[in-house]
């Protein structure tokens, strides 16, 4: 039997780096120059069939196309409810709208959606155009993206797809993969859970009933991990806050490096500087953490 089905996954990025063209190309198999800039949302469907171990499944993707601007950004956070996939998009001509993809939009989907795990894709798109400076500053940050928020994920989806692409929607390279792999992680996500976010839990759970010295990397990572949850109040945000800025830091939850470590504990005071905490406690909270770190023994 058929499994079907039904996933949003929308396109984010800024104005003109191709996200319409994307999905026309993609859904329509055609490439308009004229094609007018869109206003506001519009939502195109296509079917992807995938055979995973043998189970034949039918993956139906609503594709939602948005005005992809800083500053909509309720606008852009309605829309992102409720997806269970995003396309990140940038255009490898313009390097800021490539900078964006974490300085803005991973984010803003990741304060957006919460607690939910999404899978990532990110493109460097009009790759028809690019120079050699263009390619080499794009691969550069996807080769740290894919590290930051897509660590592993690759092994889960068939070889010759991948979590970032240089695409054109106008010679139609690598649109089509794009949309395959989307519509694989997504297979995927659905049976998977959240390795780092199970850890955060385990770790207000199991903190809570925690005494004694932390010498560790390890331990010390977790009583800061714990910390922030208290000092943050509220422990889903918190642990959505610590997820996202670990991956800002380049942490690996499993093997958490004291360097690594240092460089989340400035993220993690900044937003609970952000929270409007006082002032004076975060100092005291910052220099023990940053004391704990300095007597890391491992
Ligand atoms: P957006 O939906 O992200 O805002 P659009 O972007 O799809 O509207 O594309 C913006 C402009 O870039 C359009 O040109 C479009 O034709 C062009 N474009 C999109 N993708 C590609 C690509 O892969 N290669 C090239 N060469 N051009 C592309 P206009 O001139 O209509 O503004
Ligand atoms: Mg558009």
Do not use: C
Request: negative net charge; proline residues 2%; glycine residues 6%.
């Amino acid at each position: 039997m058929v499994k079907k089905t039904l996933k949003k996954v929308v396109l984010l990025g800024e104005s003109a780096v191709g996200k319409t063209s994307l999905i026309k190309r993609f859904v329509h198999d055609e490439f308009a120059d004229d094609y007018i800039s869109t206003i506001g949302t519009k939502v195109s469907k296509k079917v992807i069939n995938l055979n995973v171990d043998g189970q034949e499944t039918e993956v139906n993707l609503m594709i939602w196309d948005m005005l992809g601007r800083e500053g909509y950004m309720s606008t852009q956070a309605r829309q992102i409810v409720g997806a269970q996939g995003v396309i990140i998009v940038g255009d490898v001509t313009r390097p800021e709208t490539m900078a964006n993809l974490e300085k803005y939009w991973i984010p803003m989907v990741l304060r957006t959606v919460g607690t939910v795990k999404l899978p990532f894709i990110f493109l460097g798109n009009k790759v028809d155009l690019a120079d050699e400076d263009a390619l080499v500053n794009t691969l550069d940050i996807m080769s740290e993206l894919e590290e930051r928020y897509n660590y592993g994920m690759k092994q889960h989806i068939p070889e010759h797809l991948n979590t970032w692409f240089l695409t054109s929607a106008k010679t139609g390279e690598k649109v089509e993969e794009t949309f395959e792999s989307m519509a694989n992680l997504l297979f995927y996500f659905d049976r998977a859970e959240d390795p780092f976010y199970t850890r955060i839990q385990d770790i207000i759970i199991k903190g809570l009933a925690d005494i004694g010295p932390r010498t560790t990397t390890i331990e010390v990572f977790d009583q800061i991990m714990f910390e922030f949850s208290e000092a943050f109040g509220n422990m889903q945000t918190a642990g959505n806050i610590i997820r996202e800025e670990a991956a800002r830091s380049g942490l690996d939850h499993n093997n958490p490096k004291k360097e690594k470590v240092r460089a989340l504990v400035d993220y993690l005071i900044d937003a609970l500087l952000e929270e409007q905490m006082d002032e004076e406690i975060l100092k005291e909270l910052k220099s023990r953490w940053l004391e704990a770190i300095d007597n890391i023994q491992d």
